[in-house]
């Protein structure tokens, strides 16, 4: 089984600051790992994903995350946030490649990103 | 082109009510899953199908009941509502197979947001 803890669950930042969003896993398999966006009363958006290959991962709208096998961790960055950007945001983990548990994902708790002018 | 289709989009119950939520995808996947979605908890597993006539147990499946007769829908049953079932509900569906497939991605129906009062 896996688990997914999320650092923090509010982040304020001003506009055009950098920010991170911080996402711990936990799992005795390998996985797949994935970061989503909701927007005040919608559905979940797909922001990027990590399946294999190169560790940093780049997705929509200027975010990356890294994947950090030794530390656990995916942490979410963006060089430069706009008003737009608030959102709340979901690290999700799924078994990796050879698993049997049929694309379940785990989600964390979620983090609450708000920007200010 | 519509994906995953939740009904209905909002609902509000009297406590030991009955209800079902839909869930159709029509691009002929195989998993399909129904998550609740709370404040400051993500979304939780509540079952899943593996194909047409199965189904199995999440993380919360206490007070609901699940059918998959037809591939392409997935009904969630409350039988006897509760005020703990207060939530936003998301369905998902994917393909079988690896998530390294291109196109092999977890797609989320737009949510239901239930009350019961």
């Known amino acids: 089984a896996q688990s997914v803890t999320q650092l923090d669950s509010q982040v304020p930042v001003f506009e055009e600051a950098p920010v991170e969003l911080r996402c711990n896993y936990s799992s005795s398999v390998s996985v797949y790992l994935f970061w989503y966006v909701q927007y005040p009363n919608q559905g979940l958006q797909l922001l990027l994903k990590?399946?294999?290959?190169?560790?940093l991962v780049k997705g929509i709208n200027g975010f990356e995350a890294e994947f950090n096998k030794s530390q656990t961790s995916f942490h979410l960055r963006k060089p430069s946030v706009h008003i737009s950007d608030t959102a709340e945001y979901f690290c999700?983990?799924?078994?990796?490649?050879?698993?049997?548990?049929?694309?379940?994902?785990?989600f964390g708790q979620g983090t609450i990103l708000t920007v200010h002018p | 082109n519509a994906g995953v289709t939740q009904t209905p989009k909002f609902r509000v119950l009297k406590t030991g009510q009955s209800m079902t939520l839909l869930c159709a995808q029509d691009?002929?996947?195989?998993?399909m899953y129904w998550y609740r979605q709370d404040p400051g908890m993500g979304l939780r597993l509540i079952h899943y199908s593996v194909g047409e006539g199965t189904t199995a147990k999440g993380e919360v499946p206490d007070g609901y009941n699940v059918s998959r007769l037809k591939k392409q829908n997935f009904l969630l049953g409350l039988e006897s509502a509760a005020p703990s079932q207060t939530s936003v509900y998301f369905c998902?569906?994917?393909?079988?197979?690896?998530?390294?497939?291109?196109?092999?991605?977890?797609?989320f129906g737009e949510g239901s947001w239930l009350t019961v009062v």
């Open positions: 990590y399946l294999s290959g190169s560790t």
């Open positions: 998902a569906s994917r393909r079988t197979g690896s998530p390294e497939r291109i196109g092999n991605t977890i797609y």
């Open positions: 691009m002929n996947h195989e998993y």
């Open positions: 999700a983990v799924s078994e990796g490649a050879g698993g049997t548990s049929y694309g379940k994902l785990t």
